[in-house]
């Protein structure tokens, strides 16, 4: 079978806000990974305390992500991916005005509900929208999906090594 022009057409007004969505998780994760020693110096824990950030947020994420989809089920895939961005919202907050150590596990936490929200809602909207046109779902969406995820995993290091000190700066000089 052989795509149309039409079938390959993507509307980018929809679809980037998804795409941004899902590259929330782990581009998080490779940011943290360059940044870790540089926090843990920074909050004066050992780099096995600060793994606890990173279980944090998948745990959480392992928790999450498919109690999100479900929610996005039930309710709405678009009221539950609004809601993935504020609790990522919140968790930026938290991140950067952390007193100590403990914010920064209670703001992964946060992170990972929020992010968790981001790949399953994205996922239900993308089936709504083709599926109320009578569509399939084009295979060039879900190759964009697959390569934000990439694009994000490289993404990570540089800004993780870059911003991280920013935060870290900021964090620690506030309080």
């Known amino acids: 079978m052989t795509a149309t022009a039409e079938e390959g057409k993507v509307s980018w007004s929809f679809l980037l806000p998804l795409l941004l969505g899902t590259m929330l998780n782990p581009l998080n994760s490779t940011m943290l990974?360059?940044?870790?020693?540089?926090?843990?110096?920074?909050f004066k824990?050992?780099?096995?305390?600060?793994?606890?950030l990173i279980t944090?947020?998948?745990?959480?994420?392992?928790?999450?992500?498919?109690?999100?989809g479900r929610l996005a089920d039930m309710f709405s895939a678009k009221k539950i991916n609004t809601l993935g961005f504020i609790l990522v919202g919140i968790a930026s907050l938290i991140g950067i005005f952390a007193p100590s150590f403990g914010?920064?596990?209670?703001?992964?936490?946060?992170?990972?509900?929020?992010?968790?929200?981001?790949?399953?809602?994205?996922m239900a909207l993308i089936n709504a929208k083709y599926e109320?046109?009578?569509k399939?779902?084009?295979?060039?969406?879900?190759?964009?999906?697959?390569?934000s995820a990439q694009l994000s995993m490289v993404l990570g290091p540089v800004l993780g090594g870059g911003w991280a000190?920013?935060?870290?700066?900021?964090?620690?000089s506030l309080f």
């Open 56 to 68: 944090s947020l998948y745990m959480t994420s392992t928790i999450a992500q498919p109690l999100m």
């Open 103 to 122: 914010w920064l596990i209670v703001s992964r936490i946060f992170l990972g509900l929020g992010t968790s929200a981001a790949y399953p809602s994205a």
């Open 136 to 147: 399939q779902i084009p295979g060039v969406i879900l190759g964009y999906i697959a390569m």
């Open 45 to 52: 824990v050992s780099a096995g305390q600060g793994a606890i």
């Open 33 to 42: 990974a360059t940044a870790l020693v540089f926090l843990c110096n920074s």
């Open 132 to 134: 109320k046109e009578g």
């Open 165 to 172: 000190g920013v935060g870290c700066f900021l964090s620690i």
